[in-house]
């Protein structure tokens, strides 16, 4: 059983909770309307085979390093994996850069991508950020 249900919060409650309120409205005002990124990055991918990430104007990059799970073939796509991944990596690296890996998933199996993605990368994991 409810006690006082009918009766209306005290004055000074409702004073509270309007200037809580207010308050709260102020400070969301005094915030940037969107948040800025300090860091610049790239989508690396087989399409940038030979791009010189050394002297790139990035802080980061992240490369697509396989897809699917290995029938995938084009210009750097050798069995669906990015055989210029290594080099961009390392220029990464060598420059100071942070990376981070991801893979394209074709839609298939996805224990099969993500073990495929695994066993292809996983020198990397410990070093870089993992986007499955």
Not at 11 to 18: E, G, I, S, V
Not at 74 to 86: F, I, R
Not at 109 to 120: G, K, L, R, S, W
């Amino acid at each position: 059983m409810v006690k006082n249900k009918d009766k209306p919060k005290p004055w000074w409650k409702r004073l509270t909770a309007k200037g809580m309120a207010l308050i709260a409205a102020m400070c969301m005002m005094t915030l940037p309307a969107t948040a800025h990124a300090d860091m610049q990055g790239v989508d690396m991918s087989n399409w940038q085979c030979g791009a010189d990430v050394y002297n790139m104007q990035a802080d980061f990059i992240v490369v697509g390093t396989t897809w699917g799970t290995g029938q995938v073939y084009n210009n750097c796509l050798v069995s669906g994996v990015n055989t210029d991944a290594n080099r961009m990596i390392a220029q990464a690296q060598a420059s100071g850069k942070r990376f981070g890996l991801y893979h394209y998933a074709m839609g298939g199996n996805p224990e099969a991508e993500a073990q495929f993605f695994y066993a292809n990368t996983s020198n990397y994991w410990r070093h870089g950020i993992v986007a499955l």
